[in-house]
């Protein structure tokens, strides 16, 4: 049992540290696809009607904070 402790040990690190790894950079590929998706939208001469709600709703909510900071 102790040839084979330090072997697991080693063998939980590196699939943590690998597993994780992976994780996180499919994660971030998927993020970068998002962010190229929304700059791509906000270029184009014709706005998408998803684009335009989004932006309302961010436009009208600044407006709900400021009004509140007013007060």
Known sequence: MIDFGPAVVLGLCFGFMFGIGCSLAVLYS??????????????????????????EKILSRRAREAAAAQK
């Not at 993020?31 to 184009?44: D, F, I, N, Q, T």
Request: glycine share 8%; charged share 25%; aromatic share 12%.
């Open 30 to 55: 998927i993020y970068l696809g998002g962010y190229r998706k929304a700059v791509e939208e906000s270029l184009a001469p014709v706005k998408p009607k998803r684009f335009s709600q989004a932006v």
